[in-house]
């Protein structure tokens, strides 16, 4: 039987030729409808894969019956797709799918990176971390109490009154027992109603610190959604993941997108105060996850889920097909057990986590984006204006990371994953209408496959792995810091070297100047900074790192980098000189940064696993065909932007629109 979505695709090509077959054509016009001759997309719509490389993805290519199978078989597919920046990871690519640009440019330099604070600190910034609040209460000294069930909840934040009044639900709560004037349980909405309300009531005041929430604030440019709603007024953006960085970065920062993601202590989809949940889109959106979560997400989920990851039922007898690598046990890391049926009450922060590296979470979102789509009062690309809708299926990337891209988990999570596909795709044409949107398919970065059986398999060494925070002696950074302390005539346990974060290194800037001891450097006393740091680096690097590291890019010498060596193109495009750090370490082929010496794999370097990745384009302006010109994902915003007549000043991604 044809897939329904292939049925429908054709479908809609025939009555578009009978269409144009009774227009007369111009002297040497082709008789076949060009892209621009399709009417402008009411949706266009991005769908990521956490952690997907291509290879695997076109591996698994018979084993499709979806979703997945009429991208690949209908889609606009680029094959030679890769990102050109260091360190691949989740928060860096989805930035660069939303901008159109790389980190040098958005400055989403990695996951987390580090940055000198007021006090001469150094602090370590979580891509998403931007402060909750200016100063207490939001309006500035907004303060309400309400007694209600036996409890006092106390509001700083209007919002969250708000919130709270329509859905019984806060983003955030600090709960104290007994705190109350008779004894009652008071609920505060945030940091700063505690402030407030011990004030009120003659408390003695306590330390108040700002805090962070969950936000776009560190992006430095705007993305295809911010462009489209700025640019088109009347547009909307929905954006959905399991993950917070993905979600907020494929949106942007305006505070009208509609920015959701899955939290792993509740179980439910949340959203933060960086986005507006009272102005009449935000308020009906939230309508909608908040009745969700109350019937299908939370609690229920055991009830819909079970507590077991069982595999699919194998299909005839594969032949053929290609399968999975067998024998990984003794290389992966049982995040919920090993083999099949995985225990999802095993993780160790409980059974919403244990879910979370499962292949639930892609199902959840895939029934959020639908619940979403099929709510009238959203009306999600049905509107004057185009609209976007940005998914992220982030579940292959724990499980990969876990279990390795090659193993029996991470085929039945694709296997899954096409059939959730397939129902996104089809509510889109069902909603929307034929002709009337665009999809664009692809990935945050690649994954290796487990290095160590990788080396096994190959009767081959395994690649070393760069080992920061396990401790003693098979920590690297420890290694390297004694080297450094030995060579600088430092005292001992000096440890210049504050983290490697993914292969970006930083120096502990709060403890230079250093001084040295006397010995074979001279007298006690000498100042060293970074500038001497520096000149030590690459070589304590070459002795101590040589199995991990090919070479040290010093970001203090970055004028000088080699423009014939196509490796600092990677680093370049990765470089934010706030943020980078003082040294790109680039390394060897295979080569992790990692915590486990020995299991599992992950991804963050410049070659080949990490930085290839699907890119297809599916829907009317975008004929079935398979081209090997060399393409990135930064092409992404361009292409979707270049349907809608949107802008992108900061892109350096190209429209792939076809001509």
């Known amino acids: 039987m044809r897939n329904p979505l292939t049925l429908r695709r054709t479908l809609t090509d025939i009555a578009a030729l009978l269409a144009l077959s009774a227009v007369p054509l111009l002297p040497g016009a082709a008789a076949i409808a060009s892209p621009s001759s399709a009417p402008e997309p009411r949706l266009v719509v991005m769908v990521i894969v956490d952690g997907l490389s291509w290879r695997r993805l076109e591996a698994y290519r018979p084993w499709y019956t979806a979703g997945l199978k009429t991208l690949l078989d209908e889609g606009a597919v680029m094959t030679e797709a890769r990102y050109r920046h260091l360190n691949t990871e989740t928060g860096v690519g989805h930035a660069s799918l939303g901008t159109g640009a790389p980190p040098r440019v958005h400055g989403i330099v990695t996951n987390l990176w580090l940055e000198r604070a007021a006090d001469g600190s150094m602090r370590r910034v979580y891509c998403t971390d931007q402060p909750a609040y200016p100063s207490p209460g939001s309006p500035p000294m907004f303060y309400r109490e309400i007694e209600r069930d036996g409890r006092v909840f106390?509001?700083?934040?209007?919002?969250?009154?708000?919130?709270?009044?329509?859905?019984?639900?806060?983003?955030?709560?600090?709960?104290?027992?007994?705190?109350?004037?008779?004894?009652?349980?008071?609920?505060?909405?945030?940091?700063?109603?505690?402030?407030?309300?011990n004030f009120k009531h003659g408390r003695p005041a306590e330390a108040w610190r700002r805090g962070t929430i969950p936000g776009p604030a560190n992006l430095r440019v705007a993305t295809l959604g911010d462009r489209l709603v700025e640019q088109r007024p009347g547009a909307r953006v929905f954006s959905i993941s399991a993950k917070d960085r993905g979600s907020i970065f494929m949106a942007g920062r305006d505070r009208r997108h509609v920015?959701?993601?899955?939290?792993?202590?509740?179980?439910?989809?949340?959203?933060?105060?960086?986005?507006?949940?009272?102005?009449?889109?935000?308020?009906?959106?939230?309508k909608v996850v908040a009745a969700f979560n109350k019937s299908r997400a939370g609690a229920h989920l055991p009830g819909r889920f079970g507590l077991t990851w069982a595999r699919l039922a194998a299909p005839p007898p594969p032949g053929a097909l290609p399968t999975p690598v067998p024998d990984l046990a003794a290389h992966q890391i049982p995040a919920v057990g090993l083999g099949f049926p995985h225990d999802l009450t095993a993780y160790r922060t409980g059974y919403f986590s244990g879910l979370y590296n499962s292949p639930v979470t892609d199902e959840l979102l895939a029934d959020l984006a639908l619940a979403m789509l099929e709510t009238p009062a959203l009306k999600i690309g049905q509107g004057s204006q185009p609209d976007l809708l940005a998914l992220s299926f982030s579940a292959q990337d724990p499980v990969a990371h876990n279990y390795g891209p090659e193993s029996e988990e991470v085929l039945d999570l694709l296997r899954r994953l096409d059939l959730q596909i397939g129902r996104v795709l089809r509510a889109i044409e069902e909603r929307v209408g034929a002709g009337r949107f665009a999809v664009a398919f692809s990935a945050d970065h690649g994954m290796n496959e487990i290095p160590e059986a990788a080396a096994l398999r190959a009767h081959a060494p395994a690649p070393a792995r760069l080992l920061d925070g396990v401790g003693g002696d098979a920590d690297d950074?420890?290694?390297?810091?004694?080297?450094?302390?030995?060579?600088?005539?430092?005292?001992?346990?000096?440890?210049?070297?504050?983290?490697?974060?993914?292969?970006?290194?930083?120096?502990?800037?709060?403890?230079?100047?250093?001084?040295?001891?006397?010995?074979?450097?001279?007298?006690?006393?000498?100042?060293?900074?970074?500038?001497e740091i520096d000149a030590v680096l690459p070589r304590a690097a070459a002795a101590v790192l040589?199995?991990?590291?090919?070479?040290?890019?010093?970001?203090?010498?970055?004028?000088?980098?080699?423009?014939?060596?196509?490796?600092?193109?990677?680093?370049?495009?990765?470089?934010?000189?706030?943020?980078?750090?003082?040294?790109?370490?680039?390394?060897?082929?295979?080569?992790?940064?990692?915590?486990?010496?020995?299991?599992?794999?992950?991804?963050?370097?410049?070659?080949d696993p990490d930085t290839h990745v699907p890119l297809i384009f599916w829907g009317p302006a975008f004929p079935a065909s398979r081209n090997a010109t060399p393409a990135t994902p930064y092409d992404v915003a361009p292409t979707l932007a270049s349907l809608v007549g949107v802008r992108l000043p900061d892109a350096t991604g190209e429209t792939r629109l076809p001509k």
């Open 154 to 197: 106390a509001f700083a934040l209007a919002h969250e009154l708000a919130r709270w009044e329509s859905s019984g639900e806060l983003s955030s709560a600090v709960i104290r027992t007994g705190y109350g004037p008779r004894g009652e349980t008071v609920v505060f909405d945030s940091e700063d109603a505690t402030f407030l309300y």
């Open 259 to 286: 920015v959701y993601w899955f939290d792993q202590d509740t179980g439910r989809f949340v959203t933060s105060a960086a986005y507006d949940t009272v102005a009449p889109l935000g308020a009906a959106a939230h």
């Open 477 to 531: 950074l420890t290694r390297l810091n004694r080297f450094l302390t030995d060579e600088l005539c430092l005292p001992a346990g000096s440890a210049p070297v504050r983290a490697f974060e993914t292969f970006s290194l930083y120096y502990d800037r709060s403890k230079l100047p250093l001084r040295t001891v006397a010995g074979s450097c001279g007298p006690a006393g000498r100042e060293v900074g970074t500038a």
């Open 546 to 607: 040589e199995d991990e590291i090919e070479a040290v890019l010093l970001t203090s010498q970055r004028d000088r980098w080699s423009p014939a060596d196509p490796r600092t193109e990677f680093a370049r495009n990765d470089l934010d000189t706030q943020r980078s750090g003082d040294a790109f370490l680039l390394p060897r082929p295979g080569v992790l940064a990692h915590w486990d010496p020995a299991r599992g794999t992950g991804h963050g370097s410049h070659h």
